[in-house]
């Protein structure tokens, strides 16, 4: 994940506008929201990224922890959202000190694919005791083997298409094919899970979980999973 994070810590090219890079931040802000049950709750996004909209979320919760691996990520999160008394910015060495069974909602969005399945798997864990006993955690945006990057294509640009940046969106890919994140991608890959291989992996690690019916994210072509501790 090392690559990923330092990829991620740069001035990367991933958003190929700016109402490209909101409109995702915000779209995964109200997914998220759906699925916090109480305002009294205490939520925690792993590997939050930017997480431009997290003010949003933080208005449905008790408490926001952005937990973000990456330094120079994590040190503009504090900037951002250092108004916010709700919000918190941690490491994800910071999470795994954290109270056990402390949170009601845990969110990892669109990162088991730069994730190793032993890094996976050490991250589940961390969730796992940081969850309360009716806790639940949210798996979201992850990679099926058998759909590859053009379907990551048609759904940017349908997304572009029905929000009004498909332009923009079509000199992005260009830009992306030349880019340090499509080399990156092709030298270290994407991790993929068919559908029946998370669930087993999440019960491997003592959730119960199921494939909820729509994706957090424009991308319908990835799946999110819901689980919860099966021995509460």
């Known amino acids: 994940m090392d ?4 990829y991620y810590d740069s001035t990367h090219t991933i958003y190929v506008s700016k109402l490209h890079r909101d409109l995702h931040f ?16 205490v939520v925690l996004d792993y590997a939050c990224g930017e997480a431009l909209s997290a003010g949003q979320v933080a208005d449905a919760c008790a ?11 994590r040190g503009r999160l504090i900037a951002r959202f250092a108004p916010n008394t709700k919000i918190r910015v941690r490491s994800l060495e910071e999470v795994q000190q954290m109270a056990e069974g402390s949170v009601d909602l845990v969110v990892m969005n669109s990162v088991a ?32 083997p058998e759909v590859g990057m053009g379907r990551d294509v048609l759904a940017l640009l349908d997304f572009s298409a029905r929000h009004g940046f498909l332009r923009d969106a079509l000199l992005g890919l260009i830009s992306t094919a030349l880019s340090d994140y499509r080399q990156l991608r092709t030298r270290i890959g994407l991790e993929r899970y068919g559908e029946e291989e998370m669930l087993k992996k999440l019960a491997a690690a003592g959730f119960k979980a199921s494939r909820a019916p729509r994706n957090i994210g424009h991308n319908p072509w990835r799946m999110t999973f819901v689980a919860h501790d099966a021995y509460p």
Not at 3 to 6: H, L, N
Not at 63 to 73: D, I, M, Q, R
Not at 113 to 131: C, G, H, K, S
């Open 26 to 41: 915000q779209i995964i802000a109200r997914d998220i929201i759906a699925y916090i049950s109480s305002p009294d709750a």
């Open 63 to 73: 408490t926001l922890y952005l937990a973000e691996p990456a330094p120079g990520v």
């Open 113 to 144: 694919q730069y994730m190793t399945p032993e890094e996976l798997d050490a991250a589940f864990a961390v969730i796992r005791r940081l969850l309360k006993p009716s806790g639940r955690f949210v798996l979201g945006d992850v990679l099926r």
């Open 3 to 6: 690559e990923w994070i330092d």
